[in-house]
C-alpha cells in the first residue's frame, strides 16, 4: 500500500515459492517441468542404446538430479496442467483429449469472440484440466437439515428472565425495553451484569459472537454512575474501554450513546473517544471538556496519557479491554502495559469511595474465544478475576478441556465448497446471484478476501458494465469530458462549488439478473471512507454485498446480515469464527459458506470447520449445482449448459483485463498479492494451505488473466514504481513478487493475519507510529 508508505522485509524462508515435486506427476514452474521431461526423454533414449542428444536436451547433471529429490508434495495436490507429463499416455489418449479440448475452445471462442491466444495469451477452458475433489460419498452431508437449532445467542425467552431482573436501575431498565426494543436479556448478559453491579471484582467474559458483550460491561459501569448524586462532566472519568480499531471502538460509543440518552436518565454522564483518524488537537479540547466515560484504541489512548495533561485518570473505576484476542494480535501488549502503569500510579479511587461506585479500578476483559494470548492479556491485567461465561441455553456440552465445545452460534447454517482454482470466480458470481434470489428480499452479504488487491480487483469486477467494449468506455468517457467542458462555458464548473462527495468504495454491482449495491472495505482506504461505506452498508434498505478483508472480521456489528462467504479461507480458526460470526447475531438465522480447493485444503473440513458446531450442521455444496443454480440454467435440466453460461460470463471478464492495459495491472497485482497473502497462513494449517500446492496457473485464470505465471508482470508496489514493472524481489521466475527477501506493504500483511507478519507488521507499525502518523490497515490510535 503505497498510501503510507510502509515497507517491510520478509524472510520467507527460500523456498517461499519455489516449485514442487511429486514423485509421479511433476508440478511446479513449467520451466522446472520441461526440464524435468527433456531429463525424462534423455534417460528414455539412454536406456534404448540411443544417447544421440540435441543441444538443450543434454543429460540431467547432478543438480538437476538433486533438485528432484525436494521433499515430496502432499498426495492430493491439483492436478497438473493438461500438458504436464503426469503419467505416460498413449498417444492415441493423447490426441483424444486434446481433439475434445480443441472442440470446447472453438466453442468458447464462438461465444466469446475473443482471438484465441493473441498477444501470447493462453486461452484455457475453465472445465479442462482441473483437479479431482474428494467424491461425495453417502457420509458426506449435502442437504440441509430440516431440524433448525434454537439460537444460542439470543434474548432469553423464559419469561423470568428480564433487564429489572438484572439489578439495574428502573429508568435504564424502562429505557432498554421501550427505547431501545431490547425484550429479555442475552444470557451472558443474565450471568454477568449482575455480577459487575454487586461485586467489584476484574472479570473476564467469555460468550459466543453476537451474543452481546457490549451491553454486557456498559450495563453495569452506566448503571452504577447513575446511581451517584448528580454531578457533571467534570465529575471525573471513571471509565475507560479500549478497543482494537477505530471502527470498533465508534461502536462502542454509539451503543454507550444510546444508553445514556434515556428519559429521566443522567443527562450529565458524557461519553467521549480518542481513536486517531483526526487532528490531535481536537481530541484534546474534548478530553479538557471533561468526559466520564472515554472510549480509545489503545496506541491513542497512551499518547494522551503520556502527552495531554488535562485528561485525569485518577477516578477511573473502570478499565474494560473487548476484544482481549485482537489486542494481543496487533501487538498491543507493550502499549497496555505502559497504561496500566500510568493508571496505576496516578489512581486516587482508594482515597475518593462514593458508594455505588466499586472500591478499587476493576477490569473487565473480554473476547469471544479463549486463547493462549488471551490468557496472558488476563495475566497482565487482571487481579484475582472471575470467570464469567453464559448460562447454557441449549445442548451446550463442554470441550475437552472444559471449555465451551459448541463456539459458533447453533443456529448458524454453515456450508463449504470445495471447487477448483479455475472456478472461483464464477463459483463466487454463482453463490452470490443465488443468494441475492434465495435470501430476503433485500439480503445482505459480506465476501471476505485475504488482502486489499483481491477486495479491489473483484469489486471492480463486480461493478463494472458488462459487455461494454472499449469503443463504449472512450465514448462515455468522451461525453463525461464534453459535460465538463459545457458546464465550464457556462461558468458553471465545479471550480467555484465543491463537488459532492462521491464514495469510491461504493457502486452499483452488476450481477447476471440483480444490481445490488457493492461496498467495499479495506485498510488502504481513507478513514473518511472507510467510516461511510460502513454507514451506508449497515443502513441499506436495498441488497448489499460487502467485500473486505478481515478488517471488518472482528466485532463489527453489522445488522441483518443473512450470509457470509469466506471466499479466501480465514488465516486461523478463531478468524474462522469471527468472520462467521458477523451473521447470525442476537438469536438471528445466518449462513455462512467457505471456498476451498481441491486437494489438501480438504483437510480444513475435518480438523477445523466441524469442530464447534452442531452434529449435521455443516453441508458440502456440489460445485455443479451450485454453477448451475447461479447462473439460471434449468434446474432439472441434465444437460451441461450452464458451463457454456458461465464461460460466456467469464470470458466477458477476461475480455474486460485484456482490454484495457490498467485493468490487467490491477488484475496481475490481486493475483500476485493473494498468492503471497496465501503464503502467511499460521504454521499450524500451513498443511491445508502451502503454497507449493498452488497452481498459479488456474488461478490466474479466476483473476481473469490469460498470460502463464511467468508472463505475469505483477505491478511493483513501491512508490514510483513502473506500471507493469514485475515486483522488486520476483526473482523467482513463475512466483509474484518472490525472492528470498522480500517487500511486503501494509496491504500485503496487514490485511493478512499470519501470526509472524502480524507481529512484524506490528513493529514496524509502531516505528512508524513513532515518527509521526499512520494511517493503517488497524487504525492504530
Ligand atoms: N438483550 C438483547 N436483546 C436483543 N438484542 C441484543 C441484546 N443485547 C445485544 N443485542 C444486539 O446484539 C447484537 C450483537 O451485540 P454485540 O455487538 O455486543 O455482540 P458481541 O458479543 O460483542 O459480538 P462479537 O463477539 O462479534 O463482538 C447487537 O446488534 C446488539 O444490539
Known amino acids: 500500500m503505497g498510501d503510507d508508505g510502509m515497507i517491510l522485509n520478509f524472510d520467507l524462508g527460500g523456498d517461499s515459492l519455489a516449485p514442487a515435486r511429486t514423485s509421479g506427476g511433476f508440478k511446479g514452474r513449467w520451466t522446472d517441468r520441461l526440464k524435468a521431461k527433456r531429463a525424462q526423454n534423455y534417460r528414455a533414449k539412454k536406456s534404448n542404446g540411443n544417447v ?143 455480577e459487575l453491579i454487586k461485586t467489584d471484582s476484574d472479570a473476564f467474559i467469555q460468550a459466543e459472537t453476537g451474543s452481546g458483550k457490549t451491553l454486557t460491561y456498559l450495563l453495569p459501569i452506566v448503571d452504577r454512575i447513575m446511581r451517584m448524586d448528580a454531578t457533571s462532566r467534570q465529575a471525573g472519568l471513571f471509565a475507560i474501554i479500549m478497543a482494537p480499531t477505530r471502527e470498533l471502538s465508534r461502536q462502542i460509543y454509539n451503543v454507550l450513546e444510546t444508553l445514556i440518552h434515556c428519559k429521566n436518565g443522567p443527562h450529565w454522564i458524557v461519553p467521549g473517544s480518542v481513536t486517531g483518524g483526526e487532528k490531535k488537537k481536537s481530541e484534546k479540547a474534548r478530553l479538557r471538556k471533561g468526559m466520564n466515560i472515554l472510549v480509545a484504541t489503545p496506541g491513542r489512548l497512551l499518547d494522551h496519557l503520556q502527552n495531554t495533561t488535562a485528561l485525569e485518570v485518577d477516578k477511573v473505576r473502570w478499565l474494560v479491554l473487548d476484544e482481549g484476542d485482537r489486542l494481543m494480535e496487533l501487538g498491543f501488549e507493550e502499549d497496555i502495559g505502559k497504561i496500566l502503569d500510568i493508571l496505576n500510579a496516578r489512581s486516587k479511587v482508594a482515597m475518593q469511595v462514593e458508594s455505588s461506585m466499586p472500591k478499587r479500578r476493576v477490569t473487565v476483559l473480554c473476547s469471544a474465544t479463549m486463547k ?221 459458506v467457505m471456498f476451498l480447493l481441491p486437494g489438501p485444503e480438504e483437510g480444513y473440513v475435518d480438523a477445523v470447520l466441524k469442530k464447534g458446531i452442531r452434529e449435521g450442521q455443516l453441508v458440502r455444496a456440489d460445485v455443479d449445482e451450485v454453477i448451475k443454480k447461479g447462473f439460471g440454467a434449468e434446474e432439472k435440466s441434465k444437460k451441461r449448459d450452464f458451463e457454456d453460461k458461465a464461460s460466456e460470463w467469464h470470458l466477458d471478464v477476461e475480455r474486460w483485463v485484456m482490454e484495457q492495459p490498467e485493468v490487467a495491472a490491477m488484475a496481475a497485482k490481486a493475483w500476485g498479492a493473494h498468492i503471497r497473502a496465501y503464503t502467511t497462513h499460521v504454521s499450524a494449517e500451513k498443511q491445508f494451505f502451502n503454497h507449493r500446492g498452488l497452481h498459479y496457473g488456474h488461478l490466474a485464470k479466476s483473476f481473469g488473466l490469460r498470460e502463464k505465471p511467468t508472463a505475469i508482470k505483477v505491478p511493483s508496489n513501491e512508490a514510483g514504481g513502473a506500471k507493469g514493472k514485475p515486483a522488486r524481489g520476483a526473482q523467482i521466475k513463475g512466483a509474484p513478487g518472490a525472492g528470498k527477501k522480500r517487500r511486503f506493504d501494509m496491504e500485503d500483511i496487514g490485511d493478512v493475519a499470519g501470526e509472524e507478519a502480524i507481529k512484524k507488521m506490528r513493529m514496524a507499525a509502531r516505528a512508524m507510529e513513532r515518527k509521526g502518523g499512520l494511517s493503517s490497515e488497524f487504525n492504530i490510535g
Open 52 to 194: 544421440n542428444v540435441a543441444v538443450g536436451e543434454g543429460p540431467p547433471v547432478r543438480q538437476r538430479a538433486e533438485r528432484q529429490e525436494r521433499p515430496q508434495r502432499p498426495k492430493a495436490q491439483p492436478a497438473p496442467e493438461p500438458t504436464e507429463p503426469e503419467k505416460p499416455k498413449s498417444r492415441a489418449s493423447l490426441v483424444q483429449a486434446d481433439s475434445v479440448l480443441k472442440k470446447k475452445r472453438q466453442e468458447l471462442k464462438s461465444l466469446g469472440k475473443v482471438p484465441e491466444g493473441a498477444n501470447g495469451t493462453f486461452m484455457s477452458s475453465l472445465w479442462t484440466g482441473n483437479p479431482e475433489a474428494a467424491p461425495i460419498t453417502a457420509d458426506t452431508q449435502t442437504e440441509e437439515t430440516e431440524e433448525k437449532q434454537a439460537p444460542s445467542n439470543a434474548p432469553l425467552a423464559d419469561g423470568a428472565s428480564t433487564f429489572a431482573n438484572l439489578g439495574i436501575t428502573p429508568v435504564l431498565a424502562n429505557h432498554l425495553t421501550t427505547k431501545l426494543n431490547l425484550k429479555a436479556p442475552t444470557a451472558i448478559q443474565k450471568t454477568a451484569v449482575p
Open 372 to 592: 493462549a494470548n488471551v490468557q496472558k492479556l488476563g495475566e497482565i491485567s487482571l487481579k484475582e478475576a472471575n470467570y464469567i461465561a453464559a448460562e447454557k441455553t441449549n445442548d451446550g456440552e463442554d470441550g475437552e478441556d472444559g471449555s465451551e465445545k459448541f463456539l459458533a452460534p447453533a443456529q448458524l447454517r454453515q456450508s463449504y465448497i470445495v471447487i477448483p482454482a479455475k472456478l472461483r470466480l464464477v463459483g463466487l458470481n454463482a453463490i452470490l446471484q443465488r443468494a441475492l434470489i434465495r435470501e430476503t428480499a433485500h439480503p445482505k452479504i459480506i465476501v471476505f478476501f485475504s488482502c486489499t488487491d483481491s477486495v479491489d480487483f473483484h469489486f471492480s469486477v463486480f461493478t463494472r458494465k458488462a459487455q461494454q467494449t472499449e469503443a463504449e468506455i472512450k465514448h462515455e468517457q468522451f461525453l463525461a469530458r464534453q459535460a465538463k467542458r459545457d458546464l465550464k462555458a457556462k461558468g458553471e464548473d465545479g471550480e467555484k462549488k465543491p463537488e459532492p462527495f462521491v464514495n469510491p468504495a461504493i457502486e452499483k454491482g452488476h450481477l447476471l439478473n440483480s444490481q445490488p449495491l457493492i461496498h467495499k472495505l479495506h485498510g488502504s482506504l481513507a478513514q473518511n471512507i472507510r467510516t461511510a461505506t460502513l454507514a451506508s452498508f449497515t443502513k441499506s434498505k436495498t441488497a448489499s454485498i460487502l467485500f473486505c478483508t478481515d478488517v471488518a472480521a472482528r466485532g463489527l456489528d453489522l445488522p441483518n446480515l443473512d450470509l457470509v462467504v469466506q471466499f479466501d479461507p480465514p488465516f486461523s480458526p478463531d478468524d474462522h469464527l469471527h468472520r462467521i460470526g458477523r451473521t447470525a447475531r442476537a438469536g438471528r438465522d445466518g449462513r455462512a
